[in-house]
């Protein structure tokens, strides 16, 4: 088992930043990939950003540039930190983990970002 701990969210302005954070417990060591999805009202959940075990990072398109993926080893903790912030970027932030045999999810952290 592995569960995630979501937390940094909040309201910002347009072309603001934030930091999101996931405290990741438990079956740590069996983790392949970690990272965030995002789900706005009325739309499906989408990939953001993942980075697997060996450190490779992919982004969605539409924050390529603009957010990134990184994380402390330490205390089994991944961030993104999000800049540029788009009223678009608006949505319920969370964050995944897959092992092997399954994938766990957060609780999610919303993100609203005014215009």
């Known amino acids: 088992q592995v569960q995630l701990v979501e937390s940094g969210g909040g309201l910002v302005q347009a072309g603001g930043s934030l930091t999101l954070s996931c405290a990741a417990s438990?079956?740590?060591?069996?983790?392949?990939?970690i990272g965030w999805y995002r789900q706005a009202p009325g739309k499906q959940r989408e990939l953001v950003a993942v980075m697997s075990s060996g450190g490779s990072r992919n982004y969605a398109g539409t924050v390529k540039g603009r957010f990134t993926i990184s994380r402390d080893n330490a205390k089994n903790t991944v961030f993104l930190q999000m800049n540029s912030l788009k009223p678009e970027d608006t949505a319920v932030y969370y964050c995944n983990a897959d092992t092997v045999y399954e994938k766990y999810w957060g609780r999610g952290t919303q993100v609203t970002v005014s215009s």
């Open positions: 438990g079956n740590t060591f069996s983790i392949n990939a």
